[in-house]
């Protein structure tokens, strides 16, 4: 058992094709792998094998060693609020649209379920290779810094105000005392609205210990794991996959590698141009010269600045639709030896 492989980096970056592709090689080498993946294009899945992927585990037909599961944000929030609240309050819960609100629009919500997912599925010990390709939101950092995020959310001032905080008996007298008053102000306003708002408020209090203790052990998963940056030579991109050298350490370990996807052969720096090329041809041709030239000096410094490894990963007319040229993304780099005990 080795563990949790996370790949993250800016959206738009090819990281879902790198995680799909690591997950194909590990299993052609013979390990149990799952790909745990948030949203992946229609030809991706049709590439896994897997024409529709599923909130749970499927099996690759022809390749019975590769496993996926598409994160399904709604379903594994009903599962969080069933395993971390008592039966009656999460039954309110998941019916609550105060609960799917929050977990629409809480920035770091799917992040979190997708942490979550993948703690789950390390806890079953069923997969010899866990690969996550990470939600994209702020860069991806996101992604590690979602369960102290939330924590601190229910656990927050604010919802130890409204609430009571850890006084024995609050909800009795939530019900004895604010219920009654928030009633009078909802008769006045026509609603129930304060009411529930205040009840919910309570059912959610109740995940506060579940949902802390299983933060813990979330993060205990990152400071195991190895993560890979993927990117490309962008100056956008390239400023998020920094950023992961910065801000990866207070959490997990340094990132294993950065892979720069898309990238132009570096025979294209010194191509030479025929005698007889049209003179618009011969531009262009120098044209991407100089951008392979400029995408190898990205390369070399982001390597000296940050002192990690670098792995390339060219660019392809079209994109991987089957397991073979997925698993040949990988074969070419070597990443995965370095990658797997």
């Given at each position: 058992?080795t563990?949790?492989?996370l790949v993250?980096?800016?959206?738009?970056?090819?990281?879902t094709?790198?995680?799909?592709?690591?997950g194909v090689?590990?299993?052609?080498?013979?390990y149990q792998?799952?790909?745990?993946?948030?949203d992946?294009a229609?030809?991706?899945?049709t590439?896994?094998g897997?024409?529709?992927?599923?909130?749970?585990?499927?099996?690759?037909k022809?390749?019975p060693t590769l496993?996926?599961a598409?994160?399904d944000?709604?379903?594994?929030?009903?599962?969080?609020a069933?395993?971390?609240?008592p039966p009656?309050a999460?039954?309110?819960l998941v019916n609550?649209?105060?609960?799917?609100a929050?977990t629409r629009?809480?920035?770091?919500?799917?992040?979190?379920?997708a942490?979550?997912?993948?703690?789950?599925?390390?806890?079953?010990?069923?997969?010899d290779?866990?690969i996550?390709d990470?939600?994209?939101?702020?860069?991806?950092?996101?992604f590690?810094?979602?369960?102290?995020e939330?924590?601190?959310?229910?656990?927050g001032?604010l919802?130890r105000?409204?609430?009571?905080g850890?006084i024995p008996?609050?909800r009795?007298?939530?019900?004895?005392?604010a219920?009654?008053?928030?009633?009078?102000?909802?008769?006045a306003l026509?609603s129930?609205?304060?009411?529930?708002?205040g009840?919910f408020?309570?059912?959610?209090r109740t995940?506060?210990?579940?949902?802390?203790?299983?933060?813990q052990?979330?993060e205990?998963?990152f400071?195991?794991?190895?993560?890979?940056?993927v990117?490309?030579s962008?100056p956008?991109?390239?400023?998020?996959?920094a950023?992961?050298?910065k801000?990866?350490?207070?959490?997990?370990?340094?990132p294993?590698?950065v892979?720069?996807?898309?990238?132009l052969p570096?025979?294209w720096e010194?191509a030479?141009i025929?005698a007889?090329?049209?003179?618009?041809l011969?531009?262009?041709?120098?044209l991407w010269?100089r951008?392979?030239?400029?995408q190898e000096?990205?390369?070399d410094e982001?390597?000296a600045?940050?002192?990690?490894k670098?792995?390339?990963?060219?660019?392809?007319?079209?994109?991987?639709?089957d397991l073979e040229?997925?698993?040949?993304?990988?074969?070419e780099?070597g990443l995965?030896t370095?990658?797997?005990d």
């Amino acid at each position: 058992m080795t563990g949790p492989i996370l790949v993250t980096g800016a959206g738009g970056v090819g990281k879902t094709t790198v995680s799909a592709a690591l997950g194909v090689a590990a299993a052609q080498a013979g390990y149990q792998t799952l790909v745990l993946t948030v949203d992946p294009a229609k030809r991706l899945a049709t590439a896994l094998g897997l024409d529709e992927l599923h909130n749970t585990p499927t099996a690759n037909k022809t390749l019975p060693t590769l496993w996926a599961a598409m994160l399904d944000s709604e379903a594994s929030w009903d599962q969080i609020a069933r395993s971390h609240a008592p039966p009656d309050a999460a039954d309110r819960l998941v019916n609550s649209e105060f609960f799917h609100a929050i977990t629409r629009h809480f920035p770091a919500s799917q992040s979190y379920a997708a942490a979550e997912a993948m703690a789950q599925y390390l806890d079953e010990r069923r997969w010899d290779v866990i690969i996550v390709d990470t939600p994209p939101a702020s860069g991806g950092i996101e992604f590690f810094t979602a369960p102290t995020e939330l924590t601190n959310l229910v656990g927050g001032r604010l919802f130890r105000w409204l609430t009571g905080g850890a006084i024995p008996g609050r909800r009795e007298l939530f019900n004895v005392a604010a219920r009654p008053a928030l009633r009078i102000v909802d008769i006045a306003l026509g609603s129930d609205l304060l009411e529930r708002v205040g009840a919910f408020l309570f059912d959610l209090r109740t995940t506060y210990d579940g949902l802390r203790t299983r933060s813990q052990e979330i993060e205990k998963y990152f400071r195991k794991s190895t993560t890979i940056v993927v990117t490309t030579s962008d100056p956008a991109p390239v400023t998020e996959a920094a950023r992961f050298f910065k801000e990866l350490p207070l959490v997990a370990r340094p990132p294993a590698a950065v892979v720069f996807n898309r990238t132009l052969p570096t025979a294209w720096e010194k191509a030479e141009i025929p005698a007889d090329t049209t003179r618009p041809l011969a531009r262009n041709l120098a044209l991407w010269a100089r951008e392979a030239r400029r995408q190898e000096t990205v390369r070399d410094e982001f390597a000296a600045r940050y002192r990690t490894k670098i792995v390339s990963i060219g660019w392809k007319p079209t994109a991987p639709t089957d397991l073979e040229s997925l698993a040949a993304l990988i074969d070419e780099t070597g990443l995965l030896t370095d990658l797997i005990d």
